[in-house]
């Protein structure tokens, strides 16, 4: 677990559980490795924007829908960028693989709705060989985050 990731968890109180695990850096990978139900796991994507960066809350198996997250922004979809991961690393001590969608530094956090439906938050720690398990009710506490659609709607069965 990023340091960073745990003082802001320790000086908020809030409880937790931590999984230490091989690396993994996709969704594909969390679901080989992790124990936990693929249905609870969030993902954090990163974004740079004006000032810092923006981390997205998605279900694992969501894709994200950009153009609304750009609206959220403020941004023109086509200036949205994922954050270089060397920024990343150096401003927020988190890796890929291991995104925790909380407002550490810079970072602005955007929750998608569908991630509500969850009753426990399965996501990175800011390193991808350990994975945070936390109630959703205590993450939502702390997230400080802006709750929208930020997904894309799941393709229509025929």
């Keep these: 677990m990023s340091p960073s990731v745990k003082r802001f968890l ?67 979809r086509a200036d949205l960028r994922l954050a270089d991961g060397d920024h990343v690393r150096g401003e927020l001590d988190m890796e890929q693989g291991g995104i925790v969608p909380l407002p550490i530094g810079s970072a602005r956090v955007l929750i998608d709705r569908a991630v509500l439906e969850l009753d426990e938050i399965v996501c990175g720690t800011g390193r991808n060989t350990a994975t945070l398990i936390i109630d959703r009710d205590v993450w939502l506490g702390i997230a400080d985050g802006e709750v929208g659609e930020f997904a894309k709607a799941a393709p229509v069965a025929e």
């Design 10 to 76: 320790e000086e908020r109180g809030a409880r937790y559980m931590v999984e230490t695990h091989a690396p993994l850096i996709s969704f594909e990978d969390a679901k080989s490795i992790l124990s936990h139900d693929p249905a609870k796991m969030v993902k954090g994507l990163t974004f740079a924007r004006p000032g810092g960066f923006a981390i997205v809350a998605l279900r694992a198996a969501d894709r994200a829908d950009y153009k609304k997250i750009a609206d959220a922004l403020g941004l023109r």
